[in-house]
């Protein structure tokens, strides 16, 4: 018996024995696994915002500051977003891709004006007779002849000249000094004699003379001769045309398109084919204010100095010879961006924007004034950015292929192909009705009718901007609170019926589970309403409203697209769709 129990003893403890190992064994292996079950290796570190950016350690994104996530083998990370091109080294040469940084500095243009070499106005007159009577003879025979103020122009017969001389003579002869006297001398003067000439008759003219000279009363050149000797003239006929050719006016035509950048006293350098290898530098006095209604264009005036050269002493510059102009304008500061970056300028122009070395994307901008090797950029750039200026329209080709839209790139405004866009841009919002989802609406066509209206519309915008503040504080509880306030304040403009904005400018929201859902129903509602915000911004009484543009949504939520907007009763800027990790990142839609 005694036996007995020893073995039986024996087995039981070899039995306890034998489950400890086994136990021991099992839970080794799950506290430390083998190496075919352990951990895949990290094959890089990579910015969720920006996935150009990678590192091979641990660290924060060197644009946003966010922490890059692990990249494992197999994984294939995140992708650029549309619009976006990875190209490797090899690729980048054999096409011969190169970028640019862009700056604020000022745009420059030559602009060039073509026009002619006349007299100047104020110079012109046409000699006219003050009396009836004949030429007798011409001193003066053809035209281009200079003459000098007080130079013989012709000898004239008139009966009434003559009268009112001898009765100057008489009155002179008999000692008279006083007011008769006054009054003759006055009337040969308005008979075409000059003060000089006048005083001169007590000894020149005798009592058989028939004739008197008609002298020049300006010096200048004679462009027109209109009488002949022998012609009978009677008062006002027109005898001479003279112009004073000392200084020309540069006439010439500059186009509508070109007046933002003209100014008077701006430096002109004037070329003739007449005076081959030479150019003279004179500035704008006058432009025209005057539209011509078939050439669109008007008169920019130069007036340029005409001396006297060679030895025959002939005037510089010929009266009606054809000139041309350069004319070097330059802006105040602005940010340009070279002409070679820019493709579809004259429709809906794009660049392609170096975000890494090897990573490119595409960029929707809007264009200003065009320079000699620039552009204006008014929106979707900023200074320092990297822009391609060779080899652009072969990215262009190779993002159509792949299917990421070549130039037709998102609107900068909504990331869409245009605000009637935007079910597209947000389809992936959930089911109709729920949290993003956006219905095809025509945006632009509906307005408040009345001051009530447009009072609760107000309210509406009030609403939605205090949920964009809540998400900036991503206080997922906030938003909860506020969204019922949106319930009631749409319930009396959906009573409305006829006057009432579109359905799904009112749709309700959701009670959002987590913050990617919160921010995907708010952009719903913010992307319908953004455009009348931005005409109701143009208003005074909307001043402090301000609209902001994140230009990296595509990773707030699910279908978010690559750009979005908000809005703000004031400012400082504080981004709804990242919260605290990118709280600042944005900027004001002009």
Same mark, same amino acid.
């Given at each position: 018996m005694k036996a007995m129990n020893w073995i039986l003893g024996v087995m039981i403890l070899g039995a306890g024995m034998g489950a400890g190992w086994w136990w021991r064994g099992r839970s080794g292996s799950e506290a430390?696994?083998?190496?075919? %079950? $352990?951990?895949?290796?990290?094959?890089?570190?990579? $910015?969720?915002?920006?996935?150009?950016?990678t590192s091979p350690e641990p660290g924060n994104c060197t644009l946003c500051g966010m922490k890059l996530v692990p990249v494992y083998e197999g994984d294939a990370g995140f992708d650029s977003g549309e619009g976006s091109l990875r190209l490797g080294s090899n690729s980048i040469s054999?096409?011969?891709?190169?970028?640019?940084?862009? +700056?604020?500095? *000022?745009?420059?243009? $030559?602009?060039?004006?073509?026009?002619?070499?006349?007299?100047? +106005? $104020? *110079?012109?007159?046409?000699?006219?007779?003050?009396? &009836?009577? *004949?030429? /007798?003879?011409?001193?003066?025979?053809? /035209?281009?002849?200079?003459?000098?103020?007080?130079?013989? @122009?012709?000898?004239?017969?008139?009966?009434?000249?003559?009268?009112?001389?001898? /009765?100057? @003579?008489?009155?002179?002869?008999?000692?008279?000094?006083?007011s008769l006297m006054t009054a003759a001398a006055l009337r040969l003067r308005q008979m075409g004699l000059g003060e000089a000439q006048v005083q001169d008759l007590t000894k020149s003219f005798t009592n058989g003379q028939r004739l008197l000279p008609w002298l020049s009363p300006m010096s200048g050149t004679v462009v027109k001769? @209109?009488?002949?000797?022998?012609?009978?003239?009677?008062?006002?006929?027109?005898?001479? &045309?003279?112009?004073?050719?000392?200084?020309?006016?540069?006439?010439?035509? %500059?186009? /509508? *398109? +070109?007046?933002?950048? @003209?100014?008077?006293?701006? &430096?002109?350098?004037?070329?003739l084919p007449s005076l081959p290898g030479q150019s003279f530098t004179n500035r704008i006095t006058f432009i025209d204010p005057n539209l011509d209604m078939m050439t669109r264009s008007t008169r920019v005036r130069v007036e340029v100095p005409n001396p006297k050269s060679g030895p025959e002493h002939a005037r510089l510059f010929r009266h009606r010879g054809y000139a041309e102009a350069r004319v070097r304008v330059e802006s105040e500061p602005v940010l340009v961006v070279p002409r070679t970056a820019v493709l579809n300028p004259g429709g809906s122009p794009v660049v392609w924007v170096e975000q890494a070395e090897g990573h490119y994307q595409q960029r929707s901008i809007r264009l200003g004034r065009a320079g000699d090797d620039a552009w204006e950029v008014i929106e979707g750039l900023d200074a320092g950015e990297r822009v391609v200026v060779q080899g652009g329209v072969i990215l262009d080709g190779q993002a159509q292929m792949r299917g990421g839209g070549g130039t037709s790139a998102p609107d900068p405004m909504t990331g869409t192909n245009g605000i009637a866009g935007a079910s597209a841009a947000s389809s992936a919002g959930g089911e109709a009705g729920g949290p993003g989802a956006v219905s095809p609406v025509p945006v632009t066509s509906w307005r408040p009718g009345s001051p009530e209206i447009e009072a609760k519309v107000v309210g509406l915008l009030k609403i939605l901007s205090r949920m964009a503040a809540v998400l900036a504080q991503d206080d997922l509880p906030g938003f909860n609170r506020v969204r019922p306030e949106w319930s009631e304040a749409t319930q009396p403009l959906t009573a409305l019926g006829q006057g009432a904005p579109p359905v799904d400018w009112l749709k309700p929201l959701a009670e959002a589970k987590d913050l990617a859902s919160a921010r995907k129903g708010f952009h719903g509602l913010s992307l319908v309403w953004s455009p009348l915000v931005l005409e109701l911004r143009k208003r005074e009484t909307f001043q402090n409203l301000k609209v902001y543009r994140c230009p990296m949504t595509a990773r707030a939520f699910p279908g978010a697209p690559p750009r979005a907007v908000w809005w703000q009763w004031d400012g400082p800027l504080r981004n709804p769709w990242f919260g605290a990790d990118m709280l600042d990142c944005g900027t004001e839609v002009p």
């Open positions: 430390n696994p083998s190496p075919t %079950a $352990s951990a895949r290796k990290i094959r890089m570190y990579q $910015s969720p915002m920006h996935p150009w950016i054999v096409v011969g891709i190169a970028s640019v940084p862009i +700056d604020v500095r *000022r745009l420059t243009r $030559s602009l060039r004006l073509a026009g002619t070499l006349d007299d100047d +106005d $104020s *110079r012109h007159r046409i000699l006219s007779a003050y009396v &009836e009577g *004949r030429i /007798e003879t011409l001193s003066v025979h053809s /035209e281009g002849v200079e003459i000098v103020e007080g130079t013989e @122009l012709a000898t004239v017969y008139s009966p009434v000249l003559l009268g009112a001389v001898r /009765e100057y @003579l008489s009155l002179a002869s008999g000692g008279e000094s006083g001769r @209109l009488v002949y000797g022998g012609q009978w003239v009677r008062e006002g006929d027109p005898l001479f &045309e003279v112009a004073d050719f000392a200084v020309m006016w540069f006439k010439a035509d %500059a186009y /509508e *398109r +070109d007046l933002p950048w @003209l100014r008077v006293g701006q &430096e002109v350098v004037m070329t």
